[in-house]
């Protein structure tokens, strides 16, 4: 799926270069190159290779990633950017440090490993690599903002964690329902309603828009007055006390260490007994079940019934879909799924799932910040990047420069796009949702939701 509208412009198409051509490297590779870069995948098992190369319509070379030959045959010599995704963590690190050594570009290693949790930025600096991603790191965090407002569909993060990106269903009772935007400024302080799904289509609102049962409104604010919002509309604000974890992978030791240092009981149910012992040692104050989470006695036998967030995150996308229907069936605990594949998205969406994750997006939307980012010959001041709505949308936070076209202006006197909406602004520690008459200033970070596709600079907003 792509999004409504691509911005066309003048930056510069990248040589980028992909080691790994698994489920992350394809969807970096899918992505990139639709966006425009030259792309080259390297990966040892040529079946791979073969088939990212035909269905993306990017180069492939089989072979070793952090071999000098084969980088050099990849073309590193004229890369702006390599980035390595493989399922080794030192073979990443090894493949970015001969990148480096060999070419003049920049490098993204992904690092999963817990052992390098408190090191990354040591190594980041010693390797002089311009990224590093981990993305089950990243996925707990989302998976544990969602705890902390259990209404919320998906919250995503910008500002600093100044302000987030609230998604929700709206119930056929809420009091919004009925009602245009410009009919609840009360209701509606201290927050803006960026985008409303309604039978497939999305809608960015106006003041005249009106709501219905069945709509998924996303609005940004400041997390404090997101929490303000759900209370007037009556949707849950309490974080959840408890929370159970099927699954004893990386995802759920850092979703388990952030959940217990906010003082949230947490059980995990892991089939392997080593790995058992192992997060018994390293999770003090978590109860480890060692058994199988699909087994429904096992399941109650674990409290699974008095548990408030249940968190299926097993390898396996299907078995995490079976224990989220379950649990949705049998209990009014707020369940998120983590999800592998990208695949057969529109019959997930159809399963109507309370929140899911998918780890590779924010592993892929960290690089497409990057590399927009690179894109811009005069340094762009792109921050952070999401793909919303099934690629239909993007949310995008901007650091406003000195030069900016936008700086020092009245917003209502901007010529901006159609299909785009200025959701906040950051400025000296505070976010505020702009008004015409404010002006976006040097310094500014600014977060836009649009339904274009490909914005790099601040300045793409304007016609």
């Given at each position: 799926m792509?999004l409504?509208?691509?911005?066309?412009s003048d930056?510069?198409?990248?040589n980028?270069?992909?080691?790994g051509?698994?489920n992350?490297?394809?969807?970096i590779?899918?992505?990139l190159s639709?966006?425009?870069?030259?792309?080259?995948v390297?990966?040892k098992?040529p079946?791979?290779?073969?088939?990212?190369?035909e269905?993306h319509d990017?180069?492939?070379?089989?072979?070793n990633g952090?071999?000098?030959g084969v980088?050099?045959?990849?073309g590193?010599e004229?890369?702006?950017?390599?980035?390595a995704?493989?399922?080794?963590?030192?073979l990443n690190l090894l493949?970015?440090?001969?990148?480096?050594?060999v070419?003049?570009?920049?490098?993204?290693?992904?690092?999963?490993?817990?052992?390098?949790?408190?090191?990354?930025g040591y190594?980041?600096e010693?390797?002089?690599?311009?990224?590093i991603?981990n993305?089950?790191l990243?996925a707990?965090?989302?998976?544990a903002?969602l705890l902390?407002?259990p209404g919320?569909?998906?919250?995503n993060s910008f500002?600093?964690s100044h302000a987030e990106l609230?998604?929700?269903k709206?119930?056929d009772?809420?009091?919004?329902?009925g009602?245009?935007?410009?009919?609840?400024?009360?209701?509606?302080?201290?927050i803006l309603?960026?985008?409303v799904e309604r039978?497939g289509?999305?809608?960015?609102p106006?003041?005249?828009?009106?709501?219905?049962?069945?709509?998924?409104?996303?609005?940004?604010?400041?997390?404090?007055n997101?929490?303000?919002?759900?209370?007037r509309i009556s949707?849950e604000?309490?974080a959840?006390?408890s929370a159970?974890?099927?699954g004893?992978?990386?995802?759920?030791?850092y979703?388990?260490?952030?959940?217990?240092d906010?003082?949230?009981?947490?059980r995990?149910?892991?089939?392997?007994?080593a790995?058992?012992a192992e997060?018994a040692?390293l999770?003090d104050?978590?109860l480890i079940?060692c058994?199988?989470?699909?087994?429904?006695?096992?399941?109650?036998e674990?409290g699974f019934?008095?548990?408030e967030?249940f968190?299926?995150?097993?390898?396996i996308?299907?078995e995490?879909?079976?224990l989220?229907?379950y649990?949705k069936?049998?209990t009014?605990?707020?369940v998120?799924?983590?999800?592998?594949?990208?695949?057969?998205h529109?019959?997930?969406?159809?399963?109507?799932?309370d929140?899911?994750?998918?780890?590779?997006?924010?592993?892929?939307?960290s690089i497409?910040?990057?590399a927009?980012a690179?894109?811009?010959?005069?340094?762009?001041?792109?921050?952070t990047?999401?793909?919303l709505?099934?690629?239909?949308?993007?949310?995008?936070e901007?650091?406003v420069a000195?030069d900016?076209?936008?700086?020092?202006?009245?917003?209502m006197?901007l010529p901006?796009?159609?299909d785009l909406?200025?959701?906040?602004?950051?400025r000296n520690?505070k976010v505020?949702i702009?008004?015409?008459h404010?002006?976006i200033e040097?310094?500014?970070?600014?977060?836009?939701m649009t339904?274009?596709?490909g914005?790099g600079?601040?300045d793409?907003?304007?016609?």
């Open positions: 792509s409504f509208d691509s911005t066309k930056k510069k198409s990248l980028i270069i992909i080691v051509g698994g992350v490297g394809s969807t590779t899918e992505q639709r966006e425009g870069h030259h792309v080259t390297i990966d098992d079946n791979i290779v073969k088939h990212i190369a269905t990017v180069m492939g070379i089989a072979g952090s071999s000098y980088q050099i045959e990849a590193i004229s890369a702006d950017l390599f980035i995704v493989t399922d080794s963590d030192e493949c970015c440090t001969m990148a480096k050594k070419g003049n570009c920049a490098s993204i290693a992904r690092v999963r490993t817990p052992d390098y949790i408190d090191e990354l190594i980041r010693k390797l002089g690599l311009s990224m991603i993305p089950e990243e707990a965090r989302e998976i903002r902390r407002l919320a569909i998906s919250i500002a600093r609230v998604k929700f709206l119930a009772a809420s009091p919004l329902c009602k245009a935007i410009m009919q609840l400024q009360d209701t509606l302080a201290d309603v960026c985008a039978d289509e999305l809608h960015i106006n003041g005249s828009f009106i709501f219905a049962g069945g709509d998924t409104v996303s609005f940004i604010a400041a997390p404090k997101a929490q303000r919002f759900f209370k949707i604000t309490r959840v006390s159970m974890i099927v004893g992978g990386r995802i759920a030791y979703l388990a260490k952030q959940l217990l906010a003082g949230i009981h947490v995990i149910i892991e089939k392997n007994p790995r058992c997060l040692g999770l104050g978590a079940f058994g199988d989470g699909t087994d429904e006695e096992f399941l109650a674990s019934m008095q548990t967030a968190v299926p995150l097993t390898n996308d299907e995490n879909i079976l989220t229907l649990a069936s049998k009014d605990a707020k998120i799924t983590k999800i592998n594949r990208t695949n057969f529109e019959v997930i969406a159809g399963l109507e799932m929140s899911v994750v998918y780890p590779r997006y924010i592993t892929t939307e497409i910040t990057y927009r690179r894109q811009n010959s005069i340094g762009s001041n792109i921050e990047l999401y793909h709505f099934d690629n239909r949308a993007e949310a995008i901007f650091r000195s900016s076209a936008v700086a020092g202006r009245p917003i006197e901006l796009k159609k909406l200025i959701a906040c602004v950051y520690g505020f702009p008004s015409g404010d002006r040097c310094g500014d970070a600014v977060v836009v339904k274009h596709g914005f600079d601040i793409d907003i304007l016609v």
